[in-house]
């Protein structure tokens, strides 16, 4: 059975950082491309960044130069680096393995306020 599990999410203040980690676990990890995405409260989901096995990424105009997508495949883990971060940025922050099927986590709250 396939799990996945974001962590690292919290309150910060305008202009902090955070990182995120996304944990696979029963599922090869390498064969999966990792999305990251994000949903505000009465907002549709959003597609922030991709990343695939070997480490090309591509990411959405509203986070590119302040997020940076990372993976590491021994340790079965996706991250997201977040750096200036805005209050329009609160979200809870989900990661997805998409392959020959989908998985996705359960999310963590990503706050940004004074």
């Known amino acids: 059975q396939v799990q996945v599990v974001e962590s690292g999410g919290g309150l910060v203040q305008p202009g902090g950082s955070l990182r995120l980690s996304c944990a696979a676990s029963?599922?090869?990890?390498?064969?999966?491309?990792v999305y990251w995405y994000r949903q505000a409260p009465g907002r549709r989901r959003e597609l922030l960044a991709g990343?695939?096995?070997?480490?090309?990424?591509d990411y959405t105009n509203s986070v590119k130069g302040r997020f940076t997508v990372s993976r590491d495949n021994a340790k079965a883990t996706a991250y997201l680096q977040m750096n200036a971060l805005k209050p329009e940025d609160t979200a809870v922050y989900y990661c997805?393995?998409?392959?020959?099927?989908?998985?996705w986590g359960q999310g963590t709250q990503v706050t940004v306020s004074s």
């Open positions: 997805n393995l998409h392959g020959s099927s989908d998985y």
């Open positions: 029963g599922a090869i990890f390498e064969s999966y491309t």
């Open positions: 990343i695939i096995s070997g480490g090309g990424a």
